[in-house]
């Protein structure tokens, strides 16, 4: 079964700093782009960061400047470093894979295949 894990959430005040991380079978079956997503209460899913297999990269604006994904070839392994977090920023975070070649990151939510179970992010004021 194809699947992603991920972990590193947790809760943390404003300015703080979080690191998720994203493993599974589905990294390995991903030819294209992985990205990260983020549900609130109440709030459709939105996308937060989003990798091509060369490094190619996308935010959303509202995390431009203080979130960078990255990938570990290696270990197989996506990152999302959070840094001057705010509560704003509170959410269950996704990690997500797409299977068909990607050149070009995308936001969107339709285009990827697999999903993780999330990770709860907290941030308090």
């Known amino acids: 079964q194809v699947q992603l894990v991920e972990s590193g959430g947790g809760s943390v005040q404003a300015g703080g700093s979080l690191r998720l991380s994203c493993a599974g079978t589905?990294?390995?079956?991903?030819?294209?782009?992985m990205g990260w997503f983020r549900q609130a209460p109440s709030k459709e899913r939105e996308g937060v960061a989003a990798i091509t297999r060369v490094g190619n990269i996308a935010y959303a604006d509202s995390v431009k400047g203080r979130f960078t994904i990255s990938r570990d070839e290696a270990n197989k392994i996506l990152y999302l470093q959070m840094n001057s977090l705010k509560p704003e920023d509170t959410a269950m975070y996704y990690c997500a894979a797409r299977e068909g070649l990607c050149f070009s990151p995308t936001l969107a939510a339709a285009p990827y295949n697999y999903w993780g179970q999330g990770t709860q992010v907290t941030v308090s004021s």
């Open positions: 589905a990294y390995t079956a991903s030819r294209g782009c």
